[in-house]
């Protein structure tokens, strides 16, 4: 079965960094892109990173533009996401997310049990 294992949240100072970690397990990485989101307290769920299955295609959303990064080791099956010049606001549950068709209709979303990243001024 798919399972997807984050690591590597922490408390961390404003301008601080972290990495985080997504162990992946239970289909063919390489074949899929990968997804970071966060969800912070009484707010929805928000799209942080992709990066396509090969890695050469990444994107942002425009609040972390130009301090997070995402990459992945096809060779490991793990995604990262590199967290730069972290803010306050950018404190949320990190999760690993992934989309993989069961069949030509159906698309399935599978989520790790994400990583608390907590940001202190």
């Known amino acids: 079965q798919v399972q997807l294992v984050e690591s590597g949240g922490g408390l961390v100072q404003s301008g601080g960094s972290l990495r985080l970690s997504c162990a992946a397990s239970?289909?063919?990485?390489?074949?899929?892109?990968m997804r970071w989101y966060r969800q912070a307290p009484g707010k929805e769920r928000e799209l942080v990173a992709t990066?396509?299955?090969?890695?050469?295609?990444?994107t942002y959303a425009d609040s972390v533009k130009g301090r997070f990064t995402i990459s992945r080791d096809n060779a490991k099956n793990t995604v990262y996401l590199q967290m730069n010049s972290l803010k306050p606001e950018d404190t949320a549950v990190y999760y690993c997310?992934?989309?993989?068709?069961?069949?030509?209709?159906?698309?399935?979303?599978?989520w790790g049990q994400g990583t608390q990243v907590t940001v202190s001024s």
């Open positions: 997310n992934v989309v993989i068709p069961s069949s030509l209709i159906v698309w399935n979303n599978y």
């Open positions: 239970g289909f063919t990485f390489n074949n899929y892109a």
């Open positions: 990066i396509s299955s090969a890695g050469g295609s990444t």
